[in-house]
């Protein structure tokens, strides 16, 4: 269990703060209980957006304040509710340093030393780093700690799948979580994505509609194998084209919108006891991803809001 915790505490964390701005009048605009947050932490966070996905720079300038408010906000509210649980937000330099490997991949550097001087260059600190990195990190333990005894696998069932042949079929895919606000009706709000994601496109629809976590990677999820899907989607997945998306699917806490992005079929030797770990810990990541956004979803309603 441990070594599942680890992978589910790894995934989608954001990355970048910028730390600093022009000058110009800071000022109050939201507050989050006691928590603050001023016109530069909306900059700051702008920049931060930018840094980790490309697409915002295609958003219009109010779409892309609200996109930073939604994600500040939603930060906010998570270090409240952790401070309900932890003394201090420390963790573990070795959880840094296999996040900020993935940087390092990404951007193509070769050690922690020119990742610094990269993020130094466009005006963000380590600190600032390390600091949102936490917060994700202990927002995921906290998620494992509360909700990991609901986590259903069925390791025949999976057995079964996965013996049935040696082709692997993995689909690349990206989400759109949304929830309904009071008395509005699903056909209204789905209308409302669809426009814009027909007249932009799905990553920026997810980046102004999607209430996920994977919102500001713009919805990807990345490759998914088949056999860990459930059923429901399963066959939605199948049933859609390749860079088409399904209507929407009713899951816990909300409606999700799926965009099949590729498709790849491999003939593997499995190693069985691998495939069905692997295949495992998938599904016990998409669960708690589930019970992740239900849970911060009722935690909202007992925060007061208040912008200025």
Do not use: C
């Not at 906290?142 to 057995?159: A, G, H, P, T, Y």
């Not at 209430?211 to 990677?217: E, L, P, Y």
């Not at 190693?271 to 016990?284: F, L, N």
């Amino acid at each position: 269990m441990r070594r599942i915790r680890i992978l589910i505490i790894l995934s989608l964390i954001p990355l970048f703060y910028f730390n600093k701005i022009l000058a110009f009048e800071n000022k109050i605009l939201i507050k989050v209980n006691n928590e603050i947050i001023t016109s530069v932490d909306i900059l700051n966070e702008i920049a931060y957006l930018k840094l980790i996905n490309d697409n915002l720079e295609k958003l219009e300038k109010d779409e892309i304040i609200q996109i930073s408010k939604k994600s500040i906000i939603r930060e906010k509210v998570k270090i409240i509710e952790l401070s309900k649980y932890f003394e201090n937000f420390e963790v573990e330099e070795k959880y840094y340093n296999l996040l900020i490997e993935k940087f390092l991949i990404k951007y193509k550097l070769d050690n922690m030393n020119e990742f610094e001087r990269f993020i130094n260059a466009r005006n963000i600190d380590l600190e600032s780093v390390k600091k949102k990195i936490q917060i994700e990190l202990l927002w995921n333990q906290l998620i494992v700690n509360k909700f990991s005894q609901e986590v259903r696998i069925d390791k025949e069932k999976i057995r079964q799948q996965v013996s049935q042949n040696n082709l692997q079929k993995e689909y690349k895919i990206s989400e759109i979580f949304f929830t309904l606000e009071k008395n509005q009706k699903l056909d209204e709000k789905f209308n409302a994505i669809k426009k814009d994601i027909q007249n932009r496109n799905f990553a920026n629809a997810a980046l102004i509609h999607s209430v996920s976590n994977t919102s500001k990677n713009s919805g990807e999820l990345g490759w998914i194998k088949l056999n860990a899907l459930n059923p429901v989607i399963k066959k939605k997945i199948i049933n859609t084209k390749i860079g088409d998306h399904t209507e929407p699917i009713v899951i816990p806490g909300g409606f999700l919108i799926l965009q099949v992005n590729d498709f790849k079929e491999t003939r593997v030797e499995k190693d069985m006891e691998k495939e069905i770990e692997i295949i495992s810990k998938e599904i016990v990541n998409k669960q708690l991803n589930q019970l992740s956004n239900i849970y911060y979803k009722k935690i909202i309603k007992e925060i007061q809001i208040n912008e200025f």
